[in-house]
């Protein structure tokens, strides 16, 4: 069985002015990666109603998981849940297990939830609610949209209640090969390889470090014999090449 | 008239699986909304010719410019130009003038460019060609996408070259105020400064610095006066919830 997909939905106008260098994308990959499901498109979109509402509905039907991060919170600009709500044509409420979550959350600062704070109780009609123990108001899911926050630890968190969840695949394992010479030196025998083994995907990376020149090649799969072969070949490469 | 619209298409295996965290969306966004081109959307997708080509005609298509950066390079896994190409309907073949530029680069080594080098010549026809005072290797234009390296160093240098020859938009003004209170606190009044004022975006963005946990709220727009005057409500605002 193929590994289940992943798209990646970053809604913030703060990461496309360059105010904010987005990091929720990197960590996702990261962990999406060691669980065997593929993460195969990231969008990074303005906080528009409409933008979010079309993207949603483009990668809800192209992969089997859409992660957003993102326009979750108590202000004006915190439009996700709406817009969740509109892509799925279903109504959105405060809840009273949200609003329980929060209560729980300002009682441990010794407080109770301000009216602004319980809109992030309004959930989506018939989602289920995401754990977050830094902040307390909780993301939530629906259907394979899982809506998380942009803060990074709370995206984390987020994160940790929901992966182990979800359906993992079979771990993508990724091996590398540290060549000390140009890309173009390994690109012959390197095409060759890649084209003899298909079920494997090769990557090639120029670095500079200090005073060397050189080049990583990442492989990637899923079949050990396969990966083991590949690093044989790619070291007699490497001793050819030096 | 309307600022110039762009969109950046981040071409990369590498991105998806987490092996690399992106940092060209970062600086492209930094230096876009400084010459006043509003970057409205990012697009990360993988090493794979049709997934490019069906992005690149959703982008082109829906913004002023578009941006990729990786996927250009001596290997089998360097499939951006030809994807180009496929895109616009276009031939693409080695050009004289992309080859004189990997000779000299190559003379700066005292070496000639190896048949690999020269795949990065490959040019498809029509484009306007990228300086990259860096390794020599060129991007490229075509029509409204502009193509250029995923190594950061060499993606600075193309859009160094290329940003002082496109069309400046009116660079919209950023400018913050930081409350020390919590985001809920600040977001009845900000809701009302910001549907009074359409002309300007206000986003808000929780931080904990320390022991301080906060919300700064960043305006945005071209208008000085109308960001004036937002700012001084801004501080009034915060005096009253201090």
Chains 1, 2 share one sequence.
Request: hydrophobic share 45%; charged share 25%; no cysteine.
């Amino acid at each position: 069985m193929p590994n289940p997909t992943a798209a990646m939905l970053v809604i913030g106008d703060e990461i496309l002015s360059g105010r904010t260098r987005d990091a929720n994308a990197y960590h996702l990959a990261g962990q999406l990666t060691a669980v065997g499901i593929d993460l195969r498109e990231v969008r990074v979109v303005p906080d528009d109603h409409d933008v979010i509402v079309g993207a949603l509905h483009a990668l809800r039907d192209g992969y089997t998981h859409v992660f957003t991060s993102g326009g979750i919170g108590p202000t004006h600009d915190d439009i996700a849940a709406d817009a969740v709500a509109a892509a799925f044509g279903v109504g959105i409420a405060v809840r009273d297990d949200a609003r329980a979550l929060l209560e729980e959350a300002a009682a441990r600062r010794g407080t109770v939830p301000s009216p602004e704070q319980l809109r992030m109780a309004r959930i989506p009609d018939g989602a289920t609610l995401i754990a977050n123990d830094v902040s307390g108001a909780p993301g939530f899911s629906l259907g394979n949209v899982h809506v998380m926050a942009g803060v990074p630890s709370i995206f984390r968190a987020m994160l940790d209640a929901l992966l182990p969840g979800l359906q993992a695949g079979v771990p993508r394992e990724s091996r590398e090969v540290r060549f000390e010479v140009g890309e173009s030196r390994v690109a012959g025998p390197l095409r060759e390889l890649a084209e003899r083994t298909p079920a494997l995907s090769f990557g090639s990376y120029p670095f500079s470090d200090g005073q060397v020149r050189g080049t990583t090649v990442v492989v990637r799969g899923t079949d050990a014999t396969l990966l083991d072969d590949a690093i044989a070949r790619l070291e007699e490469i490497r001793r050819a090449v030096s």
